[in-house]
């Protein structure tokens, strides 16, 4: 039975995993779902995997009440054989009456409490498969371990670098060989950039040489020792990474800076922060410094949180630098800076990069262009480009390729302009300065992880007043407790199996009245004739037979029937709130409670809790009703003068549960709440695992973790007190009745006022009664957590949508040309009431042009494609599509009209095939998929890969390297056909080739739509109808390209002039390189390990280590207490000895209490360990 059990729970928990990964990618990546109105896919694909959890839930059920069913059926059946061999002995051995009772009744105690123990028991099952997942991963021993001090610690660091013939192959791609005897030589002080196309494995050198991986053979040296060979954590830190996409976490920026060095102080964060040309950005600030960024750092744009990543690099002094794409997200003022300060960082420095832009690729010492996991060429950037045959040469002219349409009108190459020079005159010093540059961008403030870019700039004209912290809008409403009966109207439809299972728990609830008739007539068997008792003890044998066949009916049928009911109504709960999430506006994401983590939690462990109230918890409370009835009629018909008498003890134990459940009122809110501030940070920390690998950060986020879970831990001490303290409580109150119960009986029969038997059939009633009552002051705490949890449910579901994505009310067009407006438009980001990004702004886009949006990190260039869309509506003010204002319009129908391929694509963890076809809502055919992935040049990648077009690319597209991921984005919006598109930097982390080919696409389908561009690349700007370009909230210049570089003041012109000196400085070498592409295959990060599994496996794994530890105790106080019992029913005309059951009970209420507290403390200190063994593979010793 506990191994079926077991099974049953496990084949669950794996169900609902998939549910709860199909939840965190849908709740994370909200901007990709809206904009592709994927809501009703999301919520169809969660309901498919809920109906597996549903059918696992019951057939859990079943098995539990099955197996139950048959314990007692067993039971009653030993009570057969027991009196019918019983009378036997007292007939033939001279054994007496009392020493039958005596074995009687210890079975029968002990069996009462192991039935009881039933519900617990299918609680512990499931924390024991979930706590057996857990140590499955703490006791998983890492190949490299983060936490290992053994190793080699060198002195001094020279920072010479050798790959020697390295063979190399993702874990998750074992069939892909990146690299096949891949050998680079870096000498120590010097500077190596990395050229070629998206996924050569550029940044695959990266990882091996920060050791988050091994090859598979061959050597990755440092100072000529083998990297296995150094201590790990030693190593690490004297190794700096700067990535294509930085990772912040959920705290603030000075926290964030402060990973790069233990124990910063606020002047080397200041001096860092200055270095990275974020400080003057910092400063600005409300909360300067101590600015929550959000989770992933959603609170700042692109390039802003590119420069925190630089400063937190700065900060660590590393002696071997690694830069990836550094200052991709960078506009030109910022780089310039930016590349200063890394160039004076890198001074006596190894330095690795792996570059677009030419400004860092051209001085390094050495350029390695690698193809196909091999290095083609080699040399200096003047060694390489005498080879007009060579690779470097070829892709330098591609590159020109590209650049040509980018030539102003006087054919003085024109590259990117640095907006952040508006409106200064040009002096030879900025000439001089920006001599050395030879790419310059405008940064894109938008990606898909962050709700919207929230610019640091931003605050600048409205941070005057005082500092303030905005506190969430939850955190200061608390809502009313929720009706129970409220949440039962949700298993309405359920109302006909409810009814059986109703029927079923009465039945059952009868059987131990019933029960206690029978043993009173067999105790007065076993004092009869001979003659009577063989004949008496035979009838009662048969009928405690029949006894087990109808619990063995009862019971299952209890279980199977409130299971499917339960399990159904946590299937409802769960859709209805994932269908009201995705239902809700853009904007509620901004707010931190409302992240993935948080939303996780609440469709996970709130909606299972609610299963209390109306699912398991129904059926004991009607058993016991249905004893405690029973109980008393049978009670009052034989006695009621000794029922009353024994009556009124009983209120007692009902005081003891109020008072029990009251002071736990509020706990599981407190305690949940924080659990999900703790699940925060787990998913943080193991979602962004190679950030924390990289700055040795694992002890760090241990200690933020362990502050999360102390909150917890010391409510479980008082958690564990009032529970234990209240169950043994409870069986004081029980003892209590029995001793009463005996005294008062002696001096009934003393009195001739009842019968011995009287006496026995008014004791079994009532004290099975009461027993059940008593049990079911363990249920205090589900039942409170419950409450709190179905009141988390339903203001989930009492939320209201400003902006809903499935109403279906709305105008839609036939025909739409694709004329757009913003009228007068003044606009806030909800979250950020105090920073005005729009003012009374106004712009014109006709139909089937091209308008380019430039602009200064921050600026709200991005904003415009979120109030195009509706992610969010203006203050005031209005948006026009073709003369109607968009709130007119039906929102999916709007949606689906409009193209979005955003700066850094997210991929859905499921087939190539798949997030293509998700930009048409997965109807797509197989010759459409293949039509789009060519014109996104992504059809022959795909082609290469093993499996095709059916390659699973990972949560978030992990396996797929950032050029690939750009191009399944692509073809997803391809596919759309749209009639608007919105590119924001649709090609920005493309190689040259990659980027023409696509570029070219682009320009096809550009034809007869209307396109919305937010481009670093002046290609594209250039050739774009109109220019926009966006500063404090307003258009300040708009045009074509010639006309606008005609104005003499104008900001355009001048940004362009500055740029053609730059371009005449350094004629020579006016290019720039565009390869690299962030190649982020973990597989820490796969579907198996994924961090939303977190929140799931620490509840259900706390729940039973901690107050379900009770079943036990009860087993053994029913065995204890089955001594005391027959003492008084042996010499009951002289009750010497029943005064003992007080101070005895009092002691196992103590009891109860200690091992309460422990189980608890425990479950808390296990969870810690286990994120422990998560973050660090550390290897768990007990």
Not at 665 to 693: C, H, L, P, W
Request: charged share 20%.
């Amino acid at each position: 039975m506990y191994i079926a059990i077991s099974k049953t729970a496990s084949r669950g928990q794996d169900a609902y995993t998939n549910a709860a990964n199909a939840v965190e990618q849908t709740i994370s990546s909200i901007r990709t779902v809206a904009s592709f109105t994927g809501e009703k896919q999301a919520v169809n694909n969660y309901k498919k995997f809920l109906l597996t959890t549903y059918k696992s839930g019951v057939q859990e059920g079943f098995v539990s009440g099955l197996g139950f069913g048959l314990v007692t059926f067993v039971i009653y059946c030993c009570y057969a054989m027991a009196v019918w061999f019983g009378a036997k002995m007292v007939l033939y051995k001279g054994y007496t009456g009392g020493d039958v009772l005596n074995v009687m009744m210890s079975l029968l105690t002990g069996s009462a409490s192991l039935g009881q123990a039933s519900p617990c028991m299918s609680a512990f099952v499931a924390g024991k498969v979930a706590a057996y997942k857990m140590f499955e991963t703490i006791e998983r021993k890492p190949k490299i371990d983060a936490y290992d001090t053994k190793g080699k610690i060198l002195d001094d660091v020279r920072g010479d670098i050798e790959l020697r013939d390295v063979f190399f192959s993702y874990p998750t791609r074992p069939d892909l060989q990146i690299f096949s005897g891949f050998c680079l030589s870096i000498q120590s002080g010097t500077t190596a950039a990395l050229v070629g196309q998206s996924g050569s494995g550029k940044s695959t050198v990266i990882s091996l040489i920060e050791r988050f991986y091994d090859p598979q053979a061959g050597k990755v040296l440092i100072d000529g020792i083998n990297l296995k060979d150094l201590q790990l954590n030693w190593i690490r830190g004297k190794i700096g990474l700067v990535s294509q996409e930085p990772v912040l976490f959920a705290c603030s920026i000075r926290d964030n800076i402060a990973y790069g060095k233990d124990g910063a102080t606020t002047e080397e964060i200041r001096v860092a922060a200055e270095l990275a040309n974020a400080a003057k950005l910092i400063d600005a600030l409300p909360q300067g410094l101590e600015t929550t960024v959000g989770a992933h750092g959603t609170q700042l744009s692109g390039g802003q949180k590119q420069r925190i990543a630089i400063a937190r690099a700065i900060l660590k002094d590393p002696r071997i630098l690694l830069l990836d794409e550094a200052t991709s997200a960078l506009d030109v003022e910022s780089e310039r800076i930016v590349q200063e300060a890394l160039d004076r960082i890198m001074v006596n420095q190894t330095t690795l990069i792996v570059a677009h832009r030419l400004s860092t690729v051209r001085n390094a010492d050495m350029i390695a262009v690698i193809h196909r996991g091999k290095i083609v060429e080699r040399g200096s950037h003047l060694e390489l480009i005498k080879n007009l045959d060579g690779a470097y040469s070829q892709l330098i002219r591609l590159q020109e390729v590209n650049k040509e349409s980018g030539e102003d009108v006087d054919g003085k190459s024109i590259y990117e302009i640095p907006v952040e020079s508006f409106g200064r005159p040009i002096s030879p010093g900025q000439c001089k300065r920006i001599s050395s540059q030879k790419s310059l961008s405008w940064e894109s403030s938008t990606n898909d992880s962050s709700h919207h870019s929230f610019s640091i700039a931003e605050y600048t004209s409205t941070s005057k007043g005082p500092s303030r912290e905005k506190v969430p809008a939850e955190s200061e409403e608390k809502f009313p407790l929720v009706s129970i009966w409220r949440l039962a109207h949700l298993n309405k439809p359920e109302i006909p199996i409810i009814l059986l299972g109703v029927i079923a728990a009465i039945i059952s609830g009868m059987l131990l009245p019933i029960l206690g008739i029978l043993l009173t007539r067999v105790i007065h068997s076993f004092y009869e004739k001979p003659a009577d008792l063989i004949k008496d003890t035979a009838f009662w044998s048969k009928m405690f037979v029949i006894l087990g066949v109808v619990s063995f009916l009862a019971i299952p049928a209890r279980a199977y029937f409130l299971s499917v009911a339960g399990c159904k109504l946590i299937e409802r709960i769960r859709l209805m709130c994932f269908d009201k999430l995705v239902r809700m506006e853009v904007g509620w994401f901004d707010e931190q409670e409302h992240s993935s983590g948080f939303l996780g939690v609440k469709l996970s462990a709130d909606a299972a809790a609610t299963r209390s109230l109306v699912g398991d918890a129904l059926g004991q409370i009607l058993q016991v009703i249905a004893s405690v009835v029973a109980g008393l009629i049978i009670a009052f018909i034989t006695s009621w003068k000794l029922a009353f008498i024994v009556l009124s003890l009983i209120p007692l134990i009902g005081i003891n549960e109020y008072l029990q459940v009251r002071s736990m009122k509020g706990f599981s809110a407190d305690s949940k709440m924080i659990y999900e501030e703790a699940s925060q940070v787990a998913n943080d920390a193991v979602g962004s695992i190679r950030t924390v690998a990289s700055f040795c950060a694992e002890d760090k986020v241990m200690h933020l973790y362990s502050r999360k879970c102390e909150g917890p831990r010391k409510a479980g001490i008082r958690q564990g007190l009032i529970t234990g303290i209240g169950f043994g409580t409870s069986f004081v109150m029980l003892f209590l009745v029995y001793a009463t119960s005996f005294y008062a009986g002696a001096r009934f029969i003393e009195a001739e006022k009842a019968t011995f038997s009287d006496v026995f059939l008014v004791f079994f009633a009532l004290t099975f009664a009461a027993t059940g009552v008593s049990q079911t002051s363990s249920m205090g705490p589900d039942t409170s957590k419950a409450k709190d949890a179905a009141t988390s449910i339903f203001a989930i579901l009492d939320q209201q949508s400003k902006i809903d994505p499935l109403d279906e009310s709305g105008m839609t067009l036939d025909y739409l040309k694709g004329d757009i407006e913003f009228c007068n438009l003044s606009f806030k980001y909800p979250c950020r009431s105090d920073v005005q990004i729009f003012r009374d702004l106004n712009l014109a886009i006709h139909s089937s042009k091209t308008v380019a949006l430039v602009g200064e990190s921050g600026s709200g260039k991005s904003t415009f494609i979120s109030l195009l869309q509706r992610f969010y509506d203006p203050d005031s003010g209005y948006v026009t599509l073709d003369g109607i204002e968009i709130q007119k319009f039906q929102v999916k129908w709007l949606r689906q009209q409009m193209g979005l391929v955003s700066q850094e694509p997210v991929l859905f963890n499921d087939t190539i095939r798949a997030n293509i076809a998700y930009g048409k809502e997965g109807n797509a055919i197989e010759s459409e998929i293949k039509a789009v992935a060519e014109l996104a040049n992504a059809h022959s990648f795909i082609s290469a890969l093993p499996e095709g077009y059916d390659t699973i690319v990972g949560e978030r597209g992990v396996q797929l390297s950032g050029g690939q991921k750009q191009r399944v984005a692509i073809a997803r919006a391809m596919i759309k056909s749209p009639k608007i598109l919105l590119l924001d930097e649709a090609t920005s982390a493309l190689d040259a080739e990659s980027e023409r080919v696509v570029q070219d696409s682009l320009d096809r389908v550009m034809v007869n739509r209307t396109t919305v561009v937010v481009a670093h690349r002046l290609s594209t700007i250039k050739n774009a109808n109109v220019i926009a370009v966006v500063k404090d909230g307003v258009i300040v210049e708009e045009g074509e390209h010639e006309t606008l570089i005609k104005m003499e003041d104008g900001f355009y012109a001048s940004l362009v002039t500055l740029h053609t000196t730059s371009s005449i400085a350094s004629s020579s070498n006016n290019f720039r390189v565009i390869y690299g592409d962030y190649n982020t295959k973990c597989s820490f990060t796969n579907r198996i390990q994924s961090s939303d599994h977190l929140p799931e496996l620490n509840v259900l794994a706390i729940e039973p280590l901690g107050l379900d530890c009770n079943v036990e105790i009860q087993i053994l106080l029913g065995v204890i207490g089955a001594l005391l019992i027959p003492l008084p029913i042996q010499c009951i005309q002289q009750p010497i000895n029943r005064n003992m059951t007080v101070p005895v009970s009092l002691l196992f209420g103590f009891f109860m209490g200690l091992v309460s507290v422990v189980g608890l403390v425990s479950s808390a200190k296990f969870e810690e360990l286990f994120f422990s063994a998560k973050m660090g593979s550390r290897p768990f010793h007990s």
